[in-house]
């Protein structure tokens, strides 16, 4: 029979999981397998700065951490897979896209996005959006281009009266 300390720890273990799952606007299954632990070290890196984490846990403790969420992911739990949880929805699914074309060892795999499970195309249409800021700077050239074509058009208008 298992040791009632490593079946507690696996159970904290189990509840941490579904609780960042529950807490994360985004999570990320994919395959990190063939790259080295200095590339796996800036990816943490990267995934730290967008205020994301990545994890990597026993296939068998996030299955039974998805089951209680009633989260069906176990075909995807197969392999060494890691875990980036987001507060962001879309930030985690970026960096993780934009760093598997550079190194070919990451794939991404499944996705829970706002508690839904998401399927590959749709990851990778949300990878393919502007960052906040990008977004940000479109609306405010939007923004700026009716005063600034007003001001065009005032000026040759006042050109034409000149002449």
């Not at 300390?5 to 904290?12: A, C, D, G, N």
């Not at 579904?18 to 985004?26: M, N, R």
């Not at 749709?122 to 074509?149: C, D, H, Q, W, Y």
């Amino acid at each position: 029979m298992a040791n009632v300390k490593i079946l507690e720890r696996k159970q904290k273990t189990v509840d941490e999981i579904a609780s960042k799952v529950k807490e994360a606007s985004s999570v990320v299954l994919f395959e990190y397998h063939g790259l080295t632990v200095s590339e796996m070290m800036e990816l943490r890196r990267k995934l730290k700065e967008s205020d994301s984490e990545l994890k990597i846990y026993k296939n068998t403790l996030a299955k039974r951490a998805l089951d209680t969420l009633k989260i069906d992911l176990n075909d995807e739990l197969v392999g060494p897979k890691a875990i980036a949880f987001g507060t962001d929805a879309i930030a985690p699914v970026k960096i993780l896209s934009d760093y598997a074309k550079k190194h070919p060892a990451l794939v991404v795999k499944a996705g829970i996005i706002d508690g839904e499970i998401t399927s590959i195309d749709t990851l990778k249409e949300l990878a393919s959006i502007p960052s906040k800021e990008g977004l940000l700077t479109m609306f405010a050239s939007g923004l700026l281009e009716v005063p600034r074509n007003f001001a065009i058009c005032v000026d040759l208008h006042r050109k034409n009266l000149e002449s």
